[in-house]
Nanobody
């Protein structure tokens, strides 16, 4: 059974930083791409960043480029999302997801999802 467990979400003030973690089990880590998505209240789920674990290819959404960085630890089977200079508009529930074929910022590309972790940024 594939499981993705997010952690690291918290309340933070604008300008602060957080690091989210996504621990994967039940899947061969090198065979999947992991994406981070977020969903703010009343809004659609948005792709934030993704990484292909086998070769490290990564992509970040324009809205977070230069502030967020995705990385993976293939020993710990964990993907991280380092978030710097957080702004109130970054407030959302953040989800990680695993894709067995393909990658990218479309939610429909992903097969497995975690339960999410809440990030709340106050001004």
């Amino acid at each position: 059974e594939v499981q993705l467990v997010e952690s690291g979400g918290a309340p933070v003030q604008a300008g602060g930083s957080l690091r989210l973690s996504c621990a994967a089990s039940g899947v061969t880590f090198d065979d999947v791409a992991i994406g981070w998505f977020r969903q703010a209240s009343g809004k659609e789920r948005e792709g934030v960043a993704c990484i292909v674990n086998r070769d490290g290819r990564a992509s970040h959404a324009t809205s977070v480029k230069g502030r967020f960085t995705i990385s993976s630890d293939n020993v710990k089977n964990t993907v991280y999302l380092q978030m710097n200079n957080l702004q109130p508009e970054d407030t959302a529930t953040y989800y990680c997801a695993a894709a067995t074929a393909g990658w990218g910022n479309l939610a429909s590309s992903y097969d497995y999802w975690g339960q999410g972790t809440q990030v709340t940024v106050s001004s």
